[in-house]
């Protein structure tokens, strides 16, 4: 029997994205989903508005959001990073270098993403990006040099390009049978769609 396929459409700077990870491992191994790797950033041709554009009343509740949400699942996170808004983009092409190899993937986007918001890291810096990937016993030295490979650049374009065409505006978003479910606290609601599908 084939495997759900479930598209994953994720910014490596999205602290929504860093939440939802322990959640979306969890219906990973549940539904033993096969999960299409796909970096990207927010979307503006589709509405996304990147936080700092967006006015001070709703920059302020993002951080309201954000302390709600940490506290509720208990995962430490900074609410003003020290290296935040960031380029995510170096993060991005070494995640889409990994999984090109077969790697880990999912599992470094999150140590990016928890280096990011929770020890203050700034990733831009190939050292930091390298030293996250060896913790987890990756090489991070190849996948950073990965990250240059002109293959690896076009995947990083071809991966926003895709999120455009389908409709993808914020991240992190999931998309199952071409429906989409956008944030972290939709989960259940993906969960719901791969439970349903498996009755």
């Not at 999912?106 to 020890?119: G, N, P, T, V, Y």
């Not at 389908?166 to 071409?178: C, K």
């Amino acid at each position: 029997m084939a495997k759900k396929k479930v598209y994953y459409y994720h910014a490596l700077s999205s602290p929504w994205a860093y939440l939802g990870w322990p959640k979306f491992k969890a219906l990973i191994e549940k539904h033993d989903l096969d999960v299409v790797v796909r970096p990207t950033r927010i979307v503006p041709d589709n509405g996304g508005v990147p936080l700092r554009s967006r006015p001070q009343p709703r920059q302020d509740y993002h951080a309201v959001e954000l302390d709600r949400w940490r506290k509720r699942l208990n995962m430490p996170l900074v609410l003003k990073p020290a290296h935040y808004p960031t380029n995510n983009e170096f993060s991005a092409r070494m995640v889409i270098a990994a999984d090109k190899l077969g790697l880990p993937a999912l599992e470094l986007s999150h140590a990016l993403l928890h280096a990011l918001w929770s020890e203050e890291l700034d990733v831009t810096l190939p050292e930091v990006r390298i030293e996250v990937a060896n913790r987890l016993g990756l090489d991070g030295a190849k996948l950073q040099a990965m990250e240059e490979d002109p293959d690896i650049v076009q995947a990083w374009h071809d991966s926003h390009a895709e999120a455009t065409a389908r409709g993808v505006f914020g991240t992190p978003t999931w998309i199952y049978e071409d429906v989409l479910y956008w944030g972290q606290d939709r989960l259940d609601f993906l969960d719901e769609a791969l439970s349903a599908k498996g009755a």
